[in-house]
């Protein structure tokens, strides 16, 4: 049995918020010649740039750029989407809110031309950044492929984020990332980390310069990198992944040794964790990792 599913990583520069048709154009161009509906990840706030021939300095950004959820920029990108026949993730986007209040806000369409999936971000890179921090995890469906599971650069330091996403049931983690800094080298370890303790893909899609340092990578359920950019220029990871790999992984074991998500047995005894003034509960361990185990989101998850 195989579920495979065409991804394109578009490690690029970021573009003009109102240049929507040279973003067309540019997904077009990455998937001319591919499987139908691949889908296209692109990285953090990637149609955020300054408006052509505005010298805004970045700190407005996020005002100068953000929309409501289901403003003009929404309307386009499904458009894209459904003109092109692809699964779009054009990276994250400035939202602002009802309140006001900006986020950083990530966003799917669906060849038909529909938003399947919102996050927003629940750790911003603070104290540099000020969006208003998300409140709950997100993943989609892909109807006869797989569970997707979202977060946005700087939620990969938190283990807790992949490894919700993994309990919800998500088999690939979309990570799109906007880091210029020297940290991309430990961003680059915590994507194995984070592939190999929650037995995911996870698709790290970084910036090109002059914003970005690139290397963006693709890793396996297992850790191993499938696909790395070896520098910050311009370029498309293309593969084929078959999230069967993820199951085949979880019933028997990384390096055939390891199945975390098989950890508990029905007679253990839960485990406190006052950090989260929680615990670990065997009954609940395993969530939608194990066929057949949907238990429901808790509050502030989200599925399509």
Not at 28 to 46: D, F, I, K, N, S
Not at 87 to 116: C, F, H, K, M
Not at 130 to 156: H, K, N
Request: hydrophobic share 40%.
């Amino acid at each position: 049995m195989s579920r495979p599913l065409p991804l394109v990583m578009a490690q690029a520069a970021r573009r003009p918020a109102d240049d929507l048709d040279g973003f067309a154009a540019d997904v077009a161009r990455r998937t001319r010649g591919l499987p139908a509906q691949p889908l296209v990840v692109y990285p953090e706030l990637h149609l955020c740039g300054a408006p052509s021939g505005s010298p805004l300095d970045p700190a407005d950004l996020p005002e100068a750029t953000a929309e409501p959820l289901d403003g003009p920029r929404d309307t386009a990108l499904a458009r894209i989407a459904a003109d092109l026949g692809v699964w779009l993730a054009p990276g994250s986007v400035y939202e602002r809110g009802d309140d006001g209040r900006i986020r950083n806000t990530a966003v799917v369409y669906s060849p038909r031309g529909e938003r399947v999936a919102t996050y927003r971000k629940v750790f911003p890179w603070r104290p540099y950044e000020t969006t208003v921090p998300g409140d709950g995890f997100t993943v989609f469906d892909m109807p006869g492929v797989g569970r997707i599971g979202l977060s946005i650069c700087y939620d990969a330091w938190f283990p807790e984020t992949t490894r919700h996403l993994a309990w919800m049931g998500a088999e690939l983690v979309l990570n799109f990332v906007e880091t210029g800094t020297s940290d991309r080298a430990q961003e680059i370890v915590l994507a194995r980390a984070n592939s190999i303790v929650n037995q995911v893909f996870t698709a790290s899609v970084n910036c090109a310069a002059p914003v970005g340092t690139g290397r963006s990578l693709l890793v396996d359920p297992s850790g191993t990198v499938r696909s790395q950019a070896p520098d910050d220029g311009d370029t498309s990871l293309t593969d084929v992944v078959d999230l069967d790999e993820v199951s085949n992984i979880r019933q028997f074991g990384t390096a055939a040794l390891n199945r975390p998500w098989q950890q508990f047995r029905p007679d253990d005894s839960p485990l406190a964790l006052p950090l989260y003034q929680g615990r670990i509960d065997p009954a609940t361990w395993s969530g939608r990792t194990r066929p057949g185990s949907a238990p429901a989101p808790a509050p502030g998850e989200s599925t399509p």
